[in-house]
């Protein structure tokens, strides 16, 4: 009988000190893609960081700009998500505004990546990436987000 009293008081302490996991947008890498749909040539950070810079200043070599997004939710408490992404863009006099969106699935405690391409007509007319804004629904509920800069 002791033991049992023991064993709820220790279930019980840890429910009170464990922190309510909430949703997260964790990181945001926009990365330009080249003519052949890649980001770098090499798989080491570095080179992608150097391939990128060659990228951003020879705007003819490209052909997509992707955003890489890390993102958590507990499964218990979404059942499916909505991963929205709004990105302003300058070309010519008026900035434009794409919104792309990718419908995601909750993981365990561990955190996921998901990629979204601008690419096409929509990519050419959009111009040089002035910020952009992402966020994390349940329905129309926003549950997480994180935006650039000037946003």
């Given amino acids: 009988m002791c033991w049992q009293r023991l064993t709820v008081l220790i279930v019980l302490a840890f429910a009170l000190v464990a922190k309510a996991e ?11 893609l080249d003519l052949k ?15 990128q810079l060659e990228l951003r200043s020879h705007h003819t070599n490209r052909s997509a700009l992707r955003f890489n997004v890390q993102w958590k939710a507990p499964y218990l408490a ?15 006099k008026e900035p434009k505004l794409v919104t792309l969106e990718q419908p995601v699935k909750p993981g365990a405690r561990l955190s996921k990546w998901t990629a979204l ?14 910020s952009w804004h992402v966020t994390l629904l349940n329905g129309t509920n926003v549950v997480a987000e994180q935006k650039s800069f000037l946003w």
């Fill in 22 to 32: 909430t949703a997260k947008v964790i990181k945001v890498l926009p990365h330009f």
């Fill in 117 to 130: 391409t601008l690419s096409g007509e929509e990519y050419q007319s959009f111009g040089e990436l002035i």
């Fill in 37 to 51: 749909g890649r980001d770098s040539l090499n798989p080491s950070l570095f080179d992608r960081d150097a391939y």
């Fill in 78 to 92: 979404y059942d499916a998500l909505t991963l929205r992404l709004e990105a302003k863009g300058a070309k010519g």
